[in-house]
């Protein structure tokens, strides 16, 4: 395949929702941009997460600039349904997206930044790294320390309770996997979560 050679005044890296917010705003404003999504499907990383995942904000919180959430106000939307207005926030800037595209390096040159990609080389004036904060599994050092016989699963693995063995499961964490993890789990297996905060449960839990 052959490379290509792109110039632009903005390069958007991520088509998540930081990514389309700014994809939108610079649309409004005729300005010229490019975006590179990584995955071949807009919203992709909500669909891989666990299958009852709800977001933690109602739908009147949710929504991009310009585009309201769909579902009614005070509702918390599922997984698969962030990704589907994902999907519907980026056919307005269908034409300037990217998918499958990853970026392997980007380097200043003058006053031009050049965005590496596995298909071709992106000159912009302007990068925004809209990649998120959760791309990458964090498990702590401990985790080594533990005996092979406790079968350790990170959140990013986690589906369903059939991904639990039998037995009592220990939940790690806080946040919006450790809070609404252990809920799911409660109904079929003993549970407990572990957290350095108190938890908060969205409403609809």
Known sequence: MART????????????????????????R???????????????????????????????????????????????????????????AAADVAERLRL??????????????????????????????ATGAHDRPNVPDLAGRLAPEIRQLHSSEYRNPSSAKDGTVIVVGAGASGTQIPIELAATVPSSSRGDRPPRFPRCC
Request: proline share 4%; aromatic share 6%; charged share 25%.
């Open 30 to 88: 005729s300005r010229d941009f490019l975006v590179l999504e990584r995955a071949e499907r807009v919203g992709q990383s909500w669909r891989e997460r666990w299958d009852s995942l709800r977001l933690s904000t109602p739908s009147e919180h949710d929504g991009l600039p310009g585009l309201p959430f769909p579902d009614a106000r005070g509702s918390f939307p599922t997984k698969d349904e962030m990704a589907a207005y994902l999907v519907v």
């Open 100 to 129: 499958g595209c990853n970026v392997r390096a980007i380097e200043r040159h003058g006053e031009t930044w050049r965005v590496e990609t596995e298909t071709g080389t992106v000159t912009a004036r302007c990068v925004v790294v």
């Open 5 to 28: 050679e792109v110039s632009t005044n903005v390069c958007i890296i991520g088509a998540g929702q930081a990514g389309l917010a700014m994809a939108r705003e610079l649309a409004t």
